[in-house]
């Protein structure tokens, strides 16, 4: 394991992406140039100003969300080529989209009607890029793995089965919906619990001005305990400072205590580091563990360079938190099943079909082998009544806010498949990934 006290390189910072300004390059030829050049200024002018903002302590939003896919395409083309502009808390997930797209453009390029589906994503879909983006990489999956044919459907008003592709070879023939799967009422219920029950051990912390972790493994929903939850915890360990506390009561698992600043300031004293980034989690607490979410709070001082990095760093607390409730578990893949069922109202009985559910893993409780294992028992269960649909693709891709010293970028993903109802039809698009060409390793879903 590679240690975390290394410094910024200093040099060799002028490199580009290609792939991700060649897929930057393609979005713009479909849209007229006033109004790219329009929107890219808005986008700028409104980070520049968050930026001014940040500086002064006050963390507003950094762009419009009515205009997120433009958010999407400035940070692509900061990671790509000018970085003073890149977010690192959100660009790392955005990057490996767009390099993506520009890797596989000469597949894409072949695709009959792409270009009215980008159109479609630039104009019509610009509050969630997501989705588009998604259907995109679908598209390139089944046409650099020798689909002949894929073609995306026109949407048509007053039509409510028209699947999103069409891919055919020799004498097969499939329909392909696409669903990205964005964090359910449930996941942000249960993030909104989290950060509830983090935030009196913030104010507490910064209140005595102490440096505290904290890691908590709910047993339970988070939403079935108390506010005092994990405060009364951590009273009871400053009022006995000697004990690095480790309990297993109240339905959690709970380990308490102060964190060694060693790290972090052997670092920034030579380097800013972006604030509540996984740099900064992983130089305060020793190592960054991606099982887990981080509430994270701090007094910091900005850099005078980039308002989004820290100059000084005086006190933190992080709240580690994961749920392993199993009721938490199946809220999530009856979420799964819903977004298939809406999928297969756009299917037919004309030609079997396949549905591919995209799914980004942000934190330690967005996928894991028991919600797999539920997955795979709601789709055993599923009727397709009205339908040929055959299998359901479940894509499941974990974008890494890496800490390592010389890597941009990082993602770790599976696929894992479900068949639908007992039949002998082979898979459409077997041991694909979407990031990658090859066919992966196989094993378990993480």
């Known amino acids: 394991m590679n240690s975390p006290l290394w410094i910024a390189p200093r040099n060799g910072q002028d490199w580009i992406d290609q792939p991700c300004l060649d897929a930057i390059a393609w979005f713009r030829s479909v849209i007229e140039h006033r109004d790219w050049e329009t929107r890219m200024d808005n986008v700028q002018a409104n980070y520049e100003s968050a930026l001014t903002k940040w500086a002064q302590g006050e963390q507003v939003p950094l762009y419009d969300p009515n205009d997120a896919i433009f958010w999407y395409i ?18 790392f997930r955005i990057a490996p989209v767009m390099h993506r797209i520009g890797h596989l453009l000469a597949h894409l390029m072949q695709i009959e009607g792409v270009n009215d589906r980008v159109e479609t994503l630039l104009k019509k879909g610009r509050k969630t890029p997501d989705a588009g983006l998604y259907e995109i990489l679908v598209a390139g999956a089944y046409k650099s793995r020798s689909w002949a044919n894929v073609q995306f459907v026109p949407e048509q008003l007053g039509s409510s089965k028209t699947p999103d592709l069409v891919v055919s070879s020799n004498r097969r023939r499939w329909a392909v919906e696409c669903k990205r799967i964005n964090r359910s009422g449930y996941e942000l219920e249960e993030h909104a619990c989290a950060e509830a029950l983090a935030k009196p051990v913030h104010e507490l912390a910064r209140r005595l001005r102490r440096r505290l972790l904290v890691d908590v493994r709910y047993l339970r929903e988070l939403k079935e305990y108390p506010a005092d939850t994990l405060i009364k915890h951590v009273e009871s360990y400053i009022a006995n400072p000697q004990a690095r506390l480790v309990l297993e009561k109240d339905n959690l698992i709970m380990h308490i205590r102060d964190a060694d600043w060693t790290m972090l300031e052997t670092v920034m004293a030579h380097d800013d580091v972006y604030y509540g980034s996984s740099r900064m989690v992983e130089l305060i607490k020793g190592s960054y563990d991606l099982s887990y979410d981080h509430s994270f709070s701090a007094e910091w001082t900005p850099s005078t360079r980039m308002p ?12 580690s938190w994961r749920s392993e409730s199993f009721q938490a578990a199946k809220a999530k893949a009856k979420h799964f099943r819903s977004t298939v069922g809406r999928a297969s109202q756009q299917l037919t009985l004309e030609i079997p079909s396949a549905v591919h559910v995209g799914y980004e893993a942000l934190g330690g409780s967005s996928a894991d082998d028991m919600r797999h294992i539920l997955n795979a028992m709601e789709m055993s269960r599923f009727d397709a009544e009205g339908t040929r649909l055959r299998y359901v693709y479940a894509n499941y891709w974990r974008p890494e806010n890496s800490t390592a010293r010389m890597e941009s970028w990082a993602v770790s993903e599976t696929t894992a498949f479900y068949r639908v109802g007992k039949h002998k039809t082979p898979e459409p698009l077997p041991h694909h990934l979407l990031f990658a060409d090859g066919d992966g390793a196989p094993g378990n879903h993480w």
């Open 74 to 91: 400035h940070q692509a083309n900061a990671f790509a080529q000018d970085r003073r502009n890149f977010f690192v808390p959100e660009g």
């Open 308 to 319: 989004l990095h820290a100059d000084r760093v005086y006190q933190a607390s992080i709240v």
